[in-house]
């Protein structure tokens, strides 16, 4: 069982930074792959980022890649998104999720994790 629970959303002007925390618990956190969705009103949840257990290989999505940045710290059981270079589009809900490595399903699709927090809100203004 694994538990997700983020922080770290916020409001900040076009531009600006910030930086999203997903802290775990659970044993079997290190083995996860770990992935960053978002959901925006009235629209789908989309992929963001994620990465693998080792942390060695990230994913992005193309609206965020070269802005976003997703890394893990295994000993504190926490992943991190940092994110440069807001745009007002990238407003919405930001979930952390996992993904159990037994799971052979691409790490693009919400149905392919197990484990989902709670949300944090990120509102950027033009």
């Known amino acids: 069982q694994v538990q997700l629970v983020e922080s770290g959303g916020g409001l900040v002007q076009a531009g600006g930074s910030l930086r999203l925390s997903c802290a775990a618990s659970?044993?079997?956190?290190?083995?996860?792959?770990m992935g960053w969705f978002r959901q925006a009103p009235g629209k789908e949840r989309e992929f963001v980022a994620a990465?693998?257990?080792?942390?060695?290989?990230?994913y992005y999505a193309d609206s965020v890649k070269d802005r976003f940045t997703i890394s893990r710290d295994n000993a504190k059981s926490t992943v991190y998104l940092q994110m440069n270079s807001l745009k007002p589009e990238d407003t919405a809900v930001y979930s952390c999720?996992?993904?159990?490595?037994?799971?052979?399903?691409?790490?693009?699709?919400?149905?392919?994790?197990?484990?989902w927090g709670q949300g944090t809100q990120v509102t950027v203004s033009s």
């Open positions: 659970g044993r079997t956190f290190n083995s996860y792959t």
């Open positions: 990465t693998t257990w080792s942390g060695s290989r990230p």
């Open positions: 999720a996992g993904k159990s490595p037994y799971s052979n399903s691409n790490h693009s699709h919400p149905g392919a994790y197990s484990y």
